[in-house]
């Protein structure tokens, strides 16, 4: 009886634990391997699996160099340090199936193997499927679905920074830092120093878009205080230093790197110290400290992989000491060296030296090459060199239509085009930073376009934008101008909005036309304040303002432009339709005297020799 009921025990055990081991079986080879093997082609497509395990040196940038071009620079936006944790759609569609076919694996298993030991992976691939679609608050979901089930689970730290990532990205910064604190704690408590190096560059890079350098540096100084792993440690104290040379505080910076070599470095922390230490003095100007560091890289064969850094670096020495045979030599190196960011980093920064000269052609040539590689700097090379090819093509384009206009002196659309031209040319300085530049252009553009042509009220309100604050007499008079002349414009209706313009009574137009004409006279724009009074009394003569605008305009005419013959036929049309009024009749004398002098000069003239 005793054998039967043992017999019996051993039987149930064995059946659950066959059902136990056939679940899983049927997970895994069904379902879940697949599921795993789609999610790791994605993200090789993403090229993410290198960039986690770090085998090669980092590029490290200034950020006053340049390198910065573009990104945001306030805190109501997306920090660019987050855009770059989001998956562009061009590389998202060719891989968009496989993600489909991770959440849709993942839900089957969760339906149908719910207890399996699968499980908590499955919840995060799909989360993580979720966040490479954009798809934030699904996969928040799963992130708070796998922490609640699996608090201490083998994914659990990384479903905490994972969820961190979503509210920063969702700019839920008081959710996501307080994540990220949740995150760090987990992940010492399972000792996952992947996740923590992770999290503490999240929080560095945060706090420097806050421009709080003290706290970025302070995660990583009191992991370094707590951790017993000294090889972790000199990562993290290289971080501290990476941190300090991209505010370009070198000589801090320096300091960080040197105190890397009191712990245990990997062979490529031990190369990055020594790298950045040198590239730390190049930066200060002091090559006689760099130069040794760098041939000791060179001639160590345990660096021989990572070579193309330091000829990088040693481009950046020979130009900062304006040793032009050496560079061209490094730079013809470096161009038998395909793929380096490294060397990239390092045409930038030759085509920043020759962006500040203003010598656009040789910048052009080198910001080229800067685009061609994923660096540090693609970002801002490709937006320089985007600008810059605008400023040449459409000065090309400009010329070309010069030509044509000599030809063709009558063609407003040759000078609609041109103008456009020159918009196009000033909206480029503007996104490059050049105000001057910017108003020049935007000027030519308003000058050069026909007053009828509605473009003109784009051009005009360019340079208003610039005026604003250095001529705001001027601004305003051409918002007046915009007002009455563009009123149906988009910009014609943003300047009646700010200046207060009513809509309903024509009077209140023709007020408007006579006061934004005579502020015209008064800052010395004749040339407006002509067209203002012409218009309006060409186009409202029953207005009292009608007669008081001629006398304006044959005023400017005779007092401030010296053509007389102008100013005889504008006081003429003012006898003509308005005799009885009292503008008339303040130049009728003076116009009859001079009509008589003329008359009596063509007489004289008259008589032969």
């Known amino acids: 009886m005793k054998n039967r009921l043992l017999f019996i025990a051993i039987a149930t055990l064995a059946s659950f634990g066959g059902c136990k081991f056939y679940d899983n079986s ?10 795993k093997r789609l999610m790791t082609e ?10 986690k395990r770090r085998v ?60 399996s030991n699968y499980i908590e992976s499955t919840i995060f691939l799909m989360a993580k499927a979720y966040f490479y679609r954009s798809e934030w608050l699904p996969a928040e ?18 479903a905490h920074l994972l969820q961190a990532k979503c509210y920063l990205i969702e700019r839920k910064y008081a959710l996501g830092k307080n994540m990220l604190s949740r995150t760090v704690d987990v992940a010492w408590q399972m000792k996952r120093y992947d996740v923590l190096s992770e999290a503490f560059q999240l929080m560095a890079e945060q706090a420097l878009f806050e421009e709080n350098v003290e706290e970025a540096l302070r ?66 100007g002091k090559f006689e400290l760099a130069e040794p560091i760098l041939s000791e890289l060179e001639h160590n064969q345990n660096y021989k992989d990572w070579s193309q850094n330091v000829l990088a670096e040693r481009m950046r020495m020979y130009r900062l000491q304006k040793k032009e045979k050496e560079l061209t030599q490094a730079e013809q190196d470096g161009e038998k060296i395909p793929g380096s960011p490294a060397l990239t ?27 061609a590689v994923k660096s540090p700097v693609q970002a801002a090379a490709t937006s320089y060199f985007s600008l810059l090819n605008t400023i040449e093509d459409r000065l090309s384009k400009a010329g070309k239509l010069s030509e044509q206009i000599v030809k063709f002196p009558e063609s407003d659309s040759l000078k609609i085009e041109w103008s456009s031209a020159m918009f196009d040319v000033g909206r480029a300085h503007e996104k490059l930073g050049h105000p001057d530049s910017t108003l020049k252009y935007f000027q030519a553009a308003m000058d050069s376009c026909p007053d009828k042509n509605k473009e003109k009220a784009r051009f005009t309100y360019g340079v208003v934008r610039m005026l604003t604050v250095a001529q705001p007499e001027v601004a305003d008079s051409l918002m007046e101008i915009l007002a009455l002349n563009f009123s149906t414009t988009e910009y014609g209706k943003e300047a009646r909005k700010k200046l207060g313009f009513t809509e309903a009574v024509v009077i209140d137009t023709v007020a408007d036309l006579f006061h934004s004409g005579s ?31 001629l006398y304006n305009v044959g005023w400017i005419y005779e007092r401030k432009l010296l053509v007389k013959d102008s100013a005889i036929f504008y006081y003429k049309l003012l006898m003509e339709r308005y005799s009885s009024s009292i503008y008339a009749k303040d130049i009728s004398p003076s116009l009859a005297f001079y009509s008589a002098y003329q008359v009596s000069k063509v007489n004289i003239d008259s008589i032969p020799p």
């Open 141 to 158: 979901v799963k992130c708070s679905e796998l922490i609640d089930k699996y608090p201490l689970g083998e994914y659990s730290p990384d």
């Open 42 to 51: 994605t993200e090789d497509e993403f090229s993410f699996t290198e960039e």
């Open 26 to 35: 049927t997970t895994l080879f069904n379902t879940y391997y697949n599921q």
């Open 56 to 115: 090669k040196p980092r590029v490290l940038v200034p950020l006053d160099s340049g390198a910065s071009f573009g990104q945001v620079a306030n805190t109501n936006q997306l920090p660019p340090y987050l855009k770059d944790q989001m998956i562009d759609q061009s590389k998202l569609q060719p891989v968009a199936i496989k993600l489909d076919s991770v959440l849709i694996k993942g839900s089957k298993i969760i339906k149908l193997h719910p207890k």
């Open 519 to 549: 502020k015209f006279r008064s800052i010395g724009d004749y040339e407006n304040a002509i067209k203002q009074f012409l218009k309006l009394a060409d186009k409202y003569r029953t207005s009292v303002y009608a007669p008081r605008s």
């Open 219 to 284: 995660p990583y100084r009191q992991a370094i205080a707590q951790c017993d792993d000294d090889e972790i440690r000199a990562k993290w104290q290289i971080e501290i230093g990476s941190i300090l040379y991209r505010i370009s505080q070198f000589e801090k910076a320096e300091r960080e790197f040197a105190a890397a070599s009191e712990y245990s470095p990997d062979l490529l922390s031990e190369f990055e110290a020594a790298l950045f230490r040198a590239s730390c003095y190049n930066q200060m």
């Open 345 to 371: 980093s390092m045409y930038f920064e030759r085509a920043m030296e020759f962006y500040q000269q203003n010598d656009y052609t040789k910048a052009r040539v080198y910001l080229a090459k800067a685009t």
